[in-house]
Every structure is written in structure tokens, then in C-alpha cells.
């Protein structure tokens, strides 16, 4: 079943030019969008309704990977980011997964209008975040877009003539007239 919150969602984010996809579950149904960040990495997005409500978890799952011996140092680092964010919540999973968390609560009334701004919150959150997870040592998952076609150089531009010089007009009186 796809609950309405995930019809909301989904329609808000088609109003915005988001391609996105509806996922259902038997007790459950989501919303799902990626991008790729300013930080050269990417990240999918669900929204995860499993009630007629407005309560919506707002999950990027996965969006980084700690070695065993850097997991340590990621939690760390996740900390930090726990204390500089206070809408989103990094958490270190027992596989060494990294995923961002996100909640919207059930009497939300614009929950278009949230469930978007989260999504635009979220990218640059993601992005500020993944030098810090990368310098703990996390693997980050690279970005989908591919490199862009090498272009032959634009010929250069004709230089364009000396413009005229401006009349210069005086006006008198107070108005103008």
C-alpha cells in the first residue's frame, strides 16, 4: 500500500523537477530520490511512511563505509557532526555503515513543504559532511554523473568597437521637468 504521506512527498518533489520513485511494502511505503553533492559524492534519499499520518522517517542510508580500523575514528567524526547539526543525525550502524537520519512529526501541516526543505537541507549537510567522514577514513560513494565530454575551445571573440560617448542631459527644476 503507499500511504498518503509518500503520495504528498512524491508529488512535491515532481513540483520541484525531482525524479524520484515509490517504493511499497507490506507495512510500509517510500519515496526515493539520489543526487549527486557538491562534494563530488552522492546520496539516496527515502522517505518512509507506514501510517496514514504525517510521521515520516527521512533516511539517506549507506552514504558512507567505515574499515574496522577506522571505525573508531568515524564515530568520532560523527560526534562532531552530531553536535554541529541539530536536525540531522548521523548514526555508525552495527556493519559500519554511516546513514543520516532525519524525522518528520505526524502533526506537521506543510508536509510538502518540509519533506522538501529537509531534501535541500540534507545536500548541503551531506556535503559539508564528507571531507570530515573521509579524513576519519570512511569510503564515501562516488558521485553517478559522469565525467563531461571533453569540448573543443570556443573561438576567441571578435573585439567589439569603442562605443559612442553618452549625451549627457542636464535637468532643471526640482521634478525633473
Known amino acids: 500500500m503507499i500511504y498518503p504521506p509518500s503520495k504528498v512527498i512524491q508529488q512535491a518533489l515532481l513540483d520541484h523537477q525531482v525524479r524520484c520513485d515509490v517504493m511499497e511494502g507490506q ?11 557538491n562534494s563530488g559524492d552522492s546520496a539516496t534519499f527515502h522517505f518512509i511512511s507506514s501510517s496514514d499520518k504525517n510521521d515520516v522517517a527521512f533516511r539517506c542510508f549507506n552514504f558512507a563505509q567505515a574499515a574496522p580500523d577506522t571505525a573508531a575514528a568515524v564515530l568520532s567524526a560523527l560526534n562532531q557532526l552530531n553536535q554541529q547539526y541539530r536536525y540531522a543525525k548521523f548514526v ?11 524525522d518528520i512529526p505526524q502533526e506537521t501541516v506543510n508536509l ?36 563531461e565530454e571533453a569540448k573543443e575551445p570556443a573561438p576567441p571573440a571578435e573585439p567589439k568597437p569603442e562605443p559612442e560617448p553618452k549625451k549627457r542631459f542636464h535637468l532643471f527644476g526640482g521634478n525633473g521637468k
Do not use: C, N, W, Y
Not at 28 to 37: E, K, N, R
Not at 92 to 102: C, G, N, P, R
Open 112 to 147: 510538502d513543504r518540509v519533506a522538501f526543505e529537509l531534501l535541500v537541507r540534507s545536500l548541503d549537510i551531506l556535503a559539508e559532511a564528507s571531507p570530515v567522514l573521509k579524513q576519519a577514513g570512511a569510503v564515501l560513494h562516488p558521485a553517478q554523473g559522469g565525467p
Open 92 to 102: 555508525l550502524h552495527e556493519d559500519d555503515s554511516v546513514s543520516m537520519q532525519m
Open 27 to 37: 507495512d510500509s511505503s517510500a519515496v526515493v530520490t539520489g543526487f549527486d553533492l
